[in-house]
């Protein structure tokens, strides 16, 4: 089981289910659960001070969320990752990345291209220090912002809708990404790309980068050509 995994804290202003499905999820999403892995409710109920009833329903509402499967007599394990799961997301969200990046260049403001920057600078210097945590985050940043810049809020439901499952896979892509001065230049670039408002440019860049988000990630699992 997870270390990291610790005592819930009662005074929490959330729901106790949702402290501990919050819990469970950051668990899974950042490796501490590894896929395949099994997940006993007694032993988490234990190891968080709390009963089994509370655990049970979190671990039902991360199946829904495709983080966890029941297998039959086996119980629940954390959901493995498939070659097949990275194509089909990373799928969506090359489109979808793309279309965001385009419609940025044409419709962002000013503060939005400074912060824009700033998150482009800081996340060179996270890759600098070999800051997984701090990459994550600004990662998140980088392309939150882009969708927000879109103007286009169906688009920003729809990324949402994804956003655990690519969260999930960011996490495997920043710790085994082979070229860290690449990802840089590729975050710069999209920047460029919108600060000059070349939408055609930022599709493409956008797209681009997914394709090797996604090349990294299978080539992590063993099933590269």
């Known amino acids: 089981m997870a270390g990291k995994l610790s005592k819930i804290n009662l005074n929490d202003y959330k729901p106790l289910r949702e402290v501990i499905f919050d819990s469970l999820r950051e668990a899974i999403i950042m490796g501490e659960l590894k896929p395949g892995e099994r997940l006993m409710e007694i032993q988490f109920a234990e190891k968080m001070g709390v009963s089994r009833t509370p655990v049970r329903e979190a671990i039902r509402k991360l199946e829904l969320e495709g983080l966890v499967v029941m297998v039959p007599r086996k119980g629940a394990h954390v959901a493995e990752l498939s070659v097949k799961d990275i194509m089909d997301v990373l799928e969506v969200r090359s489109s979808l990345d793309g279309l965001a990046s385009a419609l940025a260049a044409k419709r962002i403001n000013k503060d939005e291209l400074k912060e824009l920057k700033n998150i482009v600078n800081q996340f060179a210097q996270y890759m600098e220090k070999n800051n ?9 940043e980088f392309h939150e912002l ?31 990404y ?28 956008a797209s681009i980068h997914i394709k090797h988000q996604e090349k990294t990630m299978i080539d992590s699992l063993g099933t590269g050509e």
Request: charged content about 30%; cysteine-free; hydrophobic content about 35%.
């Open 132 to 140: 997984v945590q701090g990459l994550i985050k600004k990662d998140v």
């Open 146 to 176: 882009i969708y927000k810049a879109s103007r286009n809020d169906k688009l920003v439901q729809i990324a949402t809708n994804l956003k655990e499952q690519i969260h999930r896979f960011r996490v495997v892509y920043l710790k085994d």
């Open 178 to 205: 082979s070229s860290p001065k690449e990802l840089v230049k590729e975050h710069n670039d999209i920047y460029q790309a919108i600060e000059n408002g070349d939408g055609k440019l930022a599709q493409e860049l």
